[in-house]
């Protein structure tokens, strides 16, 4: 089992920036993908970005140019620099990671317990 500490959420106002942690423990003996989806309230989870062990990035097209994401393989811990902030990215914000226990499991995924970031106007 696999546990997802997150860490940086907050109150900011529109324009200013956060920044997101999130550290992966337990039965990993790899992982495949680190990443940030959010919700807002009577809306669907989605996609904000990810980031594979050999650092191919996908964003969602709302974020790219102000959000950046990195990782730390070593530390299995994936961020999320979120500059220029706008109200709509209002939302919890979780961390999910793909991965195996051992070299011949099938990919686990799990999440975070999620982290609010709200944006005021």
């Known amino acids: 089992q696999v546990q997802l500490v997150e860490s940086g959420g907050g109150l900011v106002q529109a324009g200013g920036s956060l920044r997101l942690s999130c550290a992966a423990s337990?039965?990993?003996?790899?992982?495949?993908?680190m990443g940030w989806y959010r919700q807002a309230p009577e809306n669907q989870r989605e996609l904000v970005a990810t980031?594979?062990?050999?650092?191919?990035?996908d964003y969602a097209d709302s974020v790219k140019g102000r959000f950046t994401i990195s990782r730390d393989n070593a530390k299995n811990t994936v961020y999320l620099q979120m500059n220029s902030l706008k109200p709509e990215d209002t939302a919890v914000y979780y961390c999910?990671?793909?991965?195996?226990?051992?070299?011949?499991?099938?990919?686990?995924?799990?999440w975070g317990q999620g982290t609010q970031v709200t944006v005021s106007s």
């Open positions: 980031i594979t062990t050999g650092g191919e990035i």
């Open positions: 337990g039965s990993i003996f790899s992982i495949k993908t």
């Open positions: 999910n990671t793909l991965y195996k226990t051992s070299w011949y499991s099938a990919d686990f995924r799990s």
